[in-house]
């Protein structure tokens, strides 16, 4: 076994799907539904879809005028039907240990869809949650990273993030924090960018240190 020592940070921000939660297949059977509705016939939109905020995904794939309607009519599915959601193993016991000052989700969904995703894992969602909409660009941009770090009153450059999307990835490391990658069922090549890739988070434990967390790693 090979244990990689993280280099310790003040604070941890996790992504929410695919990372703490395994919600693919809801997410897929939710998109299908929407699409359905909306007459949606090429369903190219889900394979690069995950991790970008609905808004983003609804604007690219319907006539302006209808963005709005569409938006909340994904949300109202999303945020009711939650059937199948879990959380990932060693999540429960890797959040429950680290202090809620110290911890963060950012997610690209909307906060009612977070809540309800969340609650059907039986996570109890931190202090800090940030969620699409509260900032004015979603990821890849950076911005929803800042801001889990600035509520936290920390530096970004002092975070380690958890993320399992390439979009995710990509804002993480446009806010300067270390990016650990959870494989999931992702190729290696979308994963490149990050400091580390590791199989889940029932491969990360953390220690408590004085001014910040000090996380392990087993990589093998």
């Excluded at 244990?3 to 703490?20: C, E, N, S, W």
């Excluded at 890849?140 to 002092?158: C, E, M, S, T």
Aim: proline fraction near 5%; aromatic fraction near 6%; hydrophobic fraction near 50%.
């Amino acid at each position: 076994m090979i244990t990689t020592t993280i280099p310790a940070v003040q604070a941890v921000l996790f992504d929410m799907d695919g990372t703490l939660i395994d919600s693919t297949a809801n997410s897929h059977h939710c998109w299908s539904r929407w699409a359905d509705r909306r007459g949606i016939a090429d369903r190219s939109f889900q394979e690069w879809y995950e991790g970008i905020p609905a808004r983003q995904i609804v604007e690219a794939l319907v006539p302006a005028v209808e963005v709005d309607a569409a938006l909340a009519e994904i949300v109202r599915i999303e945020a009711t039907e939650t059937h199948g959601i879990t959380a990932f193993p060693g999540v429960p016991g890797l959040l429950a240990s680290i202090p809620d000052t110290r911890k963060a989700i950012v997610t690209s969904s909307v906060r009612t869809v977070a809540a309800a995703r969340l609650d059907a894992a039986g996570i109890i969602a931190p202090t800090v949650l940030v969620t699409a909409g509260e900032t004015s660009r979603g990821k890849p941009d950076p911005a929803p990273f800042l801001l889990g770090a600035q509520r936290l009153k920390v530096d970004p450059r002092k975070v380690v993030v958890f993320e399992d999307a390439p979009a995710g990835i990509a804002a993480a490391r446009a806010a300067r924090s270390f990016v650990v990658a959870i494989e999931g069922t992702r190729r290696a090549a979308d994963l490149a960018e990050a400091d580390l890739v590791i199989s889940g988070l029932d491969a990360v434990r953390v220690e408590v240190i004085d001014g910040g967390l000090q996380f392990y790693v087993r990589t093998a």
